[in-house]
């Protein structure tokens, strides 16, 4: 490690199989937590190149607990968290939307690091439990539409860095890895990223995978379609730029979608949108979200997929989702 250390120090960078070979030493218990909160602080002061991130990536998704549900031609919503907005869970909101839209979906979600309410924070709230069991999971996506990957159950090798990051309290590469590394390899993805820079490196990893794909960054720095203004999308054939207005929507303010300083705060905005009683300007991020997940998976337009999204998170049906979930978790 010390020499990788001194190397990041004088500004060089690693290659793909060194990045892969540090995490698995992290994993193996080879370093002590000084040499690791260094390594992770080090890629908070400098830009992460494309090898590194690869190799985080690849040696992240051999050592976790892998989960078949190909079955299923499930999406993920993750965003990498770490724009430091604070807004209310939108990607777990739109999940449950996408599910009622009848598009099966594979969750993967962390407690919160740097922001006030991580998706596991606030799912744990509302009574789900956690489980990593391939027979339970692929019950609760077949019935409810929808299962809940817990990233810790999955990636037990993290477990030596779990303690340093929340001690820093600050994003990481690991806010950058999340959405790369579900265990259930889904086919489909919809990705936020906090910033252009890292949506150009998962544009082009993405490019070399066999999935359906739409990576979001808002150009005010929202890792999700904000409608705060224009958001670029890079998808599988195309690079856009969405306006609300392609959505027949208004502009809203960052004030309308904070989501509260506590966990229980978030848990409460949550519970409020997905009853059908969100504001105006909540249910339709949520539903430009959603719409776009629907849209990547069943390959029609991002205003046909948010005209499905509204229906789901209107009749109920999104709401439904979370209930079937909760009850066959317990």
């Known amino acids: 490690m010390k020499d990788v250390l001194n190397r990041l120090i004088n500004h060089e960078s690693i290659s793909?199989?060194?990045?892969?070979?540090?995490?698995?030493?992290?994993?193996?218990?080879?370093?002590?937590?000084?040499?690791?909160?260094s390594f992770l602080t080090i890629y908070m002061m400098r830009s992460i190149t494309l090898e590194e991130l690869q190799g985080f990536r690849d040696a992240l998704l051999e050592l976790c607990i892998p989960v078949d549900l190909?079955?299923?031609?499930?999406?993920?919503?993750?965003?990498?968290?770490?724009?430091?907005?604070?807004?209310?869970?939108?990607?777990?909101?739109?999940?449950?939307?996408?599910?009622?839209?009848?598009?099966?979906?594979?969750?993967?979600?962390n407690y919160g690091v740097s922001s006030?309410?991580?998706?596991?924070?606030?799912?744990?709230?509302?009574?789900?439990?956690?489980?990593?069991?391939?027979?339970?999971?692929?019950h609760t996506i077949d019935q409810a539409g929808i299962c809940i990957m817990h990233a810790p159950l999955f990636h037990p090798a993290m477990k030596n860095?779990?303690?340093?990051?929340?001690?820093?309290?600050?994003?990481?590469?690991?806010?950058?890895?999340?959405?790369?590394?579900?265990?259930?390899?889904?086919?489909?993805?919809?990705?936020?990223v906090f910033n252009l820079e890292l949506q150009r490196i998962y544009g082009y990893l993405y490019q070399n995978t066999n999935k359906n794909y739409s990576i979001v960054h808002a150009l005010d720095g929202y890792d999700e379609i904000s409608l705060t203004g224009n958001t670029k999308i890079i998808s599988n054939s195309s690079e856009t730029m969405l306006s609300p207005s392609d959505l027949g929507l208004n502009t809203v303010?960052?004030?309308?979608?904070?989501?509260?300083?506590?966990?229980?705060?978030?848990?409460?905005?949550?519970?409020?949108?997905?009853?059908?009683?969100?504001?105006?300007?909540?249910n339709n991020v949520v539903c430009a979200n959603a719409g776009l997940a629907i849209a990547t998976a069943n390959q029609i337009t991002h205003l046909e997929g948010f005209n499905l999204a509204k229906e789901s998170l209107k009749s109920g049906k999104a709401k439904a989702s979370l209930e079937k979930l909760i009850a066959l978790n317990n």
């Open 70 to 109: 190909s079955d299923f031609n499930a999406i993920d919503l993750c965003g990498t968290g770490g724009d430091g907005k604070d807004t209310f869970n939108i990607s777990t909101l739109a999940s449950f939307v996408t599910a009622g839209a009848g598009i099966k979906v594979a969750k993967h979600g």
């Open 16 to 37: 793909s199989e060194e990045a892969k070979n540090v995490l698995v030493h992290i994993s193996e218990g080879k370093y002590n937590q000084s040499q690791i909160a």
């Open 161 to 192: 860095v779990a303690p340093i990051r929340r001690a820093l309290g600050v994003k990481t590469f690991f806010n950058m890895l999340g959405p790369m590394v579900n265990p259930a390899f889904p086919k489909n993805q919809m990705v936020g």
């Open 116 to 138: 006030a309410s991580g998706s596991s924070n606030v799912m744990e709230t509302l009574g789900v439990k956690f489980t990593n069991s391939e027979a339970q999971l692929k």
């Open 253 to 282: 303010e960052e004030s309308e979608i904070f989501g509260g300083a506590t966990v229980k705060e978030a848990a409460k905005i949550f519970k409020k949108i997905i009853n059908g009683e969100g504001s105006k300007a909540q």
